[in-house]
């Protein structure tokens, strides 16, 4: 019955979407438009280097190598194994939701088991820097001197998650010194063992990069569609809509908010709460890079409110502080 109940639900959305494409195709096109610049100049740059280079890097023994370096950190402060390290700081460098991408991939390779991986996953969801130092700060707020204090509170909201979540699943691995004689062998062994020619390893990075940044497309044009629909028939308030935009696709939700007649100060924390939460179209993206997996979405989705909370609250309290700096 409950079965039969969703199938009717999910029948009449999507007659409902079908009537509204068809009815005011303008500006569904134009969503769909919008959604293509969004990935064409912001999302492909951004993560497709890093695609390349992460799969590079993991064929050729790095994980490994950062693993063992970063061991007694990471063992210590969140209790995770060192290889946790990797999608950590690829995260943190190229943003989500390429820790999905990086967390799935160190699952495949069967250095991480699914609990690592779920608890990995709730606190390695970074926005790209340059995306939070040029887009949010100086296109959307024309302030450059709060883009950092917006990427501080964000990322530093992250790594209080993970010291929330360091109980959730510890590593069992005790050992916490580094053996690097020990890394380079298993490097060199498994160098030997990897029959994939440089060529073949690459063609391989670049399908894979492709198909996942594809998905990421379809999945930002899907959310953003649907945020129009909703946007022309809920009549809503300006400040409310920014805010209900945000929750289902965040740079559209960041650029409503920029826009909104409120304090500076009340729109980066609104900012900060949008891109630490992400949006449900960057959760649906992860979602779907994970759907082979068995990583569990929930606490990840705990994490994220939890992170939206405590990264506002920090930029809220610091702002007036940090703004006398300047």
Avoid at 52 to 62: A, D, K, P, R, V
Avoid at 211 to 221: A, D, K, P, R
Wanted: net charge positive; proline share 2%; with cysteine.
């Amino acid at each position: 019955m409950k079965k039969m109940i969703n199938t009717i639900l999910i029948l009449i959305i999507l007659i409902v979407v079908t009537i509204e494409i068809l009815t005011d195709s303008e500006s569904i096109l134009n969503a769909v438009s919008f959604s293509f610049n969004i990935w064409k100049e912001n999302v492909f740059p951004s993560l497709f280097p890093f695609f390349i280079l992460s799969e590079l890097l993991i064929n050729y023994g790095f994980i490994e190598l950062i693993g063992e370096i970063c061991k007694p950190i990471m063992n210590k402060i969140f209790k995770t194994k060192g290889v946790g390290a990797f999608a950590f700081i690829m995260s943190l460098i190229s943003g989500f939701p390429s820790s999905a991408k990086y967390i799935r991939e160190l699952h495949k390779k069967e250095l991480i088991n699914e609990k690592e991986a779920t608890k990995l996953l709730t606190f390695t969801h970074f926005s790209n820097p340059l995306f939070i130092l040029g887009t949010i700060s100086l296109l959307f707020l024309n302030n450059k001197e709060v883009g950092l204090l917006i990427l501080i509170c964000h990322y530093l909201g992250n790594i209080i998650i993970g010291i929330i979540f360091r109980n959730y699943y510890p590593t069992k691995d005790k050992t916490t010194k580094s053996s690097f004689k020990k890394v380079i062998r298993e490097i060199s062994e498994k160098r030997i063992k990897n029959k994939k020619s440089f060529g073949q390893v690459v063609t391989d990075a670049l399908l894979n990069s492709i198909n996942t940044l594809i998905l990421i497309l379809g999945v930002i044009s899907m959310f953003l569609v649907i945020t129009t629909i909703i946007d022309n028939n809920i009549n809503l308030n300006s400040f409310n809509q920014s805010i209900l935009n945000g929750f289902f696709e965040m740079t559209q939700g960041l650029k409503y908010v920029s826009l909104e007649a409120i304090p500076l100060k009340l729109k980066c924390t609104l900012s900060t709460m949008i891109i630490s939460f992400g949006g449900l179209s960057v959760h649906m993206q992860i979602i779907s890079i994970l759907s082979d997996t068995k990583i569990k979405y929930f606490p990840f989705l705990t994490a994220r409110i939890l992170h939206a909370v405590i990264s506002s609250l920090l930029i809220f309290f610091s702002f007036d502080i940090w703004m006398n700096l300047f």
